[in-house]
């Protein structure tokens, strides 16, 4: 209700009731009201009601008070707490920020500036930083505080109503007024040896061995107040600069490294002034293992021990490397003698070979033009496999030859322009290009290199007849020929194609010595050596060979890696794409049937 000057008047705040209500007129006339249903707020024109969505901590504050700042101050009928608003923002304090309890029962603020708090474990005084609680062992009459049972006389005296009577706070007999506690050591021991305690002066600079390395104090704050509202913080110089509390009063420090130390002690009540720190010296000696003596003595051993077994391990080494390298020696001997005879070998029955497999090809030429009309359809089939056969055997036995003069028979190395070399090779390959039906695309630029011309020269070969061989059924050959900078001084050419491709499993395999891919499209054709010479040639120069698929069917790029000469003409640049829709271009190679 609101007295209108001659009679009262109900209020009516939209969405807001009072059942309960809790009224503070703030020092600028503003009306603060506590309802069911948040905190409402009469400025002189207007209502403005609070809510949990504006920051509460429950839709039902209680008991109100302003601060010295203008600060409004309430608590709630259930257990949340008390909260500050400073006009803009709402704070909360509950037993996770010191509070005793969060059951508020009275609240109020004195002249001060401080927040009086009563809940059911007596009452807290805030300043704004520290709670203080005062309990029954602090005189306070009953540990539950009453609703609304707070008020300051007009000389600052409080008063509070609790549920066992009324008390009295006289603010000049504060708890936290007057002289720190007095401290004193009721033991002092480190290790097995005691000090005297009432000898401090005496015990002052003490030294013990190394073995009494564990410090124990039992230390006594002399004052008449409770007991648990004295804190006691103790730091160890020389081991622990920081002051700790200290729980309950006994400290122990065990495991103290050799050292000196100075043990301070310091008191306080209620949070007041801390008292003069009560302090104790010692050192721990050192053991003679931890002697600068005893280390450098140790130190001396060491090196000249570390030198004598360096001496040994040095000569150990010698000896066995010395060894390994005689077996590695012998070893590559041995290799080298059977790789040479190994050579010979296959040099000599090819050599061998090569006239009987020409005189049965030409035995079975004449043998078949002599008697063709006389010969039956499968003797006539006959015939032509024997001569196929010579003929693969022919290419097989000159393979041979050529895999087993690479790195026997060498011409010196000298500057060869691959772009030129590249076209010799095509020359020689026009009636399969054309065959084919094929289509050649050519880098406008391909470096010179250092080589044996001859050797390189098969290289591109051997790659670009197995690029015209195994195409796809009825798709015209489509080769790309390029080069690429691996890295300084190194250039990397390719020849991609899009033929039947080469599984994963047999992209290593394919450079080794007769292996060869079975498949529907793959024909008897090849020998299973002309990647095999491929890699010794490539090898032999210093370089690498590799190929790349993404499987059957989706062609393949084969590339090898070659040094540059050091010209200044050596620009490399990427090859071209692949022919677009619109037509060739002057670097691109056409062959058609």
């Given at each position: 209700?609101?007295w209108?000057?001659s009679h009262?008047?109900?209020?009516q705040?939209?969405?807001?009731?009072?059942?309960?209500?809790?009224?503070l007129?703030?020092?600028?006339?503003?009306?603060?009201?506590s309802?069911?249903?948040?905190?409402?707020?009469?400025d002189?024109?207007?209502?403005?009601?609070?809510?949990?969505?504006?920051?509460?901590?429950?839709?039902q504050?209680?008991?109100l008070?302003?601060?010295?700042?203008?600060?409004?101050?309430?608590?709630?009928?259930?257990?949340?707490?008390?909260?500050?608003?400073?006009?803009?923002?709402?704070?909360?304090?509950?037993?996770?920020e010191?509070?005793?309890n969060?059951?508020v029962?009275?609240?109020?603020?004195d002249?001060?500036?401080?927040?009086?708090?009563?809940?059911?474990?007596?009452?807290?005084?805030?300043d704004?930083?520290?709670?203080?609680?005062?309990?029954v062992?602090e005189?306070?009459?009953?540990?539950?505080s009453?609703a609304?049972?707070?008020?300051?006389?007009?000389?600052?005296?409080l008063?509070?109503?609790?549920?066992?009577?009324?008390?009295r706070?006289d603010?000049?007999?504060?708890?936290t007024?007057?002289?720190?506690?007095?401290?004193?050591?009721?033991?002092?021991?480190?290790?097995?040896?005691s000090?005297?305690t009432?000898?401090?002066?005496?015990a002052?600079?003490?030294?013990?061995?190394?073995?009494?390395?564990?410090?124990?104090?039992?230390?006594?704050?002399?004052?008449?107040?409770?007991?648990r509202q004295?804190?006691?913080?103790?730091?160890?110089?020389?081991?622990?600069?920081?002051?700790?509390?200290l729980?309950?009063?006994?400290?122990?420090?065990?495991?103290?490294?050799?050292?000196?130390y100075?043990?301070?002690?310091?008191?306080?009540?209620?949070?007041?002034?801390?008292?003069?720190?009560?302090?104790?010296?010692f050192?721990?000696?050192?053991?003679?293992?931890?002697?600068?003596?005893?280390?450098?003595?140790?130190?001396?051993?060491l090196?000249?021990?570390?030198?004598?077994?360096?001496?040994?391990r040095?000569?150990?080494?010698?000896r066995r490397?010395?060894?390994?390298?005689?077996?590695?020696?012998?070893?590559?001997?041995?290799?080298?003698e059977k790789?040479?005879?190994?050579e010979?070998?296959i040099?000599t029955?090819?050599?061998?070979?090569?006239?009987?497999?020409?005189s049965?090809?030409?035995?079975a030429?004449?043998?078949?033009?002599?008697l063709?009309?006389?010969l039956?359809?499968?003797?006539?089939?006959?015939?032509?496999?024997?001569?196929?056969?010579?003929?693969?055997?022919?290419?097989?036995?000159?393979?041979?030859?050529?895999?087993?003069?690479?790195?026997?028979l060498?011409?010196?190395?000298?500057?060869?322009?691959?772009?030129e070399?590249?076209?010799?090779?095509?020359?020689e390959?026009?009636g399969?290009?054309?065959?084919?039906?094929a289509?050649?695309?050519?880098a406008?630029?391909?470096?010179?290199?250092?080589?044996?011309?001859?050797?390189l020269?098969?290289?591109?070969?051997?790659?670009?007849?197995?690029?015209?061989?195994?195409?796809?059924?009825?798709t015209?050959?489509?080769?790309?020929i390029?080069?690429?900078e691996?890295?300084?001084?190194?250039?990397?050419?390719?020849?991609?194609?899009?033929?039947?491709?080469?599984?994963?499993e047999?992209r290593?395999?394919?450079?080794?010595i007769?292996?060869?891919?079975?498949?529907?499209?793959?024909?008897?054709?090849?020998t299973?050596?002309?990647?095999?010479?491929?890699?010794?040639i490539?090898?032999a120069?210093?370089?690498d060979?590799?190929?790349?698929?993404?499987?059957?069917?989706?062609?393949s790029?084969f590339?090898?890696?070659?040094?540059v000469?050091?010209?200044?003409?050596?620009a490399m640049?990427?090859?071209?794409?692949?022919?677009s829709?619109?037509?060739p271009?002057?670097?691109?190679?056409?062959?058609?049937?």
């Amino acid at each position: 209700f609101k007295w209108t000057g001659s009679h009262l008047e109900p209020v009516q705040v939209e969405g807001q009731t009072f059942s309960n209500a809790r009224i503070l007129v703030d020092r600028r006339g503003w009306v603060w009201i506590s309802g069911d249903r948040g905190l409402s707020r009469w400025d002189g024109r207007s209502w403005r009601t609070y809510t949990t969505r504006d920051g509460l901590a429950s839709d039902q504050p209680y008991f109100l008070c302003e601060d010295a700042r203008g600060n409004i101050w309430f608590g709630y009928h259930s257990s949340h707490g008390v909260t500050r608003f400073n006009g803009k923002t709402f704070r909360h304090y509950t037993t996770r920020e010191g509070l005793a309890n969060d059951a508020v029962y009275s609240l109020g603020a004195d002249r001060r500036g401080n927040i009086w708090i009563g809940t059911a474990r007596g009452v807290d005084r805030f300043d704004g930083t520290t709670f203080i609680n005062y309990g029954v062992e602090e005189g306070y009459a009953d540990p539950e505080s009453n609703a609304g049972g707070f008020w300051e006389d007009a000389d600052g005296t409080l008063w509070f109503g609790t549920m066992g009577g009324l008390s009295r706070y006289d603010p000049r007999f504060d708890l936290t007024r007057g002289a720190p506690p007095t401290l004193l050591f009721q033991e002092l021991r480190l290790g097995a040896r005691s000090f005297p305690t009432t000898a401090l002066a005496e015990a002052r600079g003490q030294e013990v061995g190394y073995a009494d390395n564990t410090l124990i104090a039992r230390i006594a704050a002399l004052s008449f107040l409770n007991e648990r509202q004295v804190q006691i913080e103790y730091r160890l110089k020389g081991f622990q600069d920081e002051w700790t509390l200290l729980e309950g009063r006994e400290l122990r420090v065990p495991n103290l490294p050799p050292g000196s130390y100075v043990l301070e002690v310091r008191a306080r009540k209620y949070r007041g002034a801390w008292s003069s720190p009560l302090s104790f010296a010692f050192t721990i000696r050192a053991p003679f293992w931890q002697k600068w003596w005893f280390w450098g003595m140790a130190g001396i051993g060491l090196l000249g021990l570390f030198y004598g077994g360096h001496r040994w391990r040095t000569a150990r080494l010698r000896r066995r490397a010395e060894e390994l390298e005689q077996r590695v020696a012998e070893r590559t001997r041995q290799l080298v003698e059977k790789a040479e005879e190994l050579e010979s070998l296959i040099y000599t029955i090819s050599h061998d070979l090569k006239a009987p497999v020409i005189s049965l090809q030409g035995l079975a030429s004449l043998l078949r033009a002599e008697l063709e009309e006389n010969l039956s359809p499968n003797a006539v089939f006959y015939l032509e496999r024997i001569q196929a056969n010579a003929e693969r055997m022919q290419r097989l036995i000159a393979e041979l030859l050529e895999l087993s003069r690479i790195g026997r028979l060498r011409e010196p190395y000298r500057p060869v322009p691959m772009r030129e070399l590249v076209e010799e090779v095509l020359a020689e390959l026009h009636g399969q290009i054309e065959l084919k039906q094929a289509r050649i695309r050519v880098a406008d630029t391909l470096p010179t290199v250092i080589g044996e011309r001859t050797r390189l020269r098969q290289v591109w070969a051997n790659l670009l007849s197995n690029a015209l061989r195994f195409s796809r059924p009825e798709t015209p050959p489509e080769i790309e020929i390029g080069v690429r900078e691996e890295q300084k001084g190194v250039a990397a050419f390719f020849v991609r194609d899009n033929g039947i491709g080469i599984a994963p499993e047999h992209r290593e395999k394919i450079f080794e010595i007769f292996y060869r891919v079975a498949g529907k499209y793959h024909s008897d054709e090849g020998t299973g050596v002309g990647l095999a010479i491929v890699k010794r040639i490539v090898q032999a120069h210093g370089g690498d060979v590799w190929v790349e698929s993404e499987g059957l069917g989706k062609g393949s790029t084969f590339w090898f890696t070659l040094p540059v000469a050091p010209e200044p003409s050596n620009a490399m640049e990427p090859a071209l794409p692949m022919e677009s829709p619109s037509g060739p271009t002057s670097s691109e190679r056409r062959r058609s049937g």
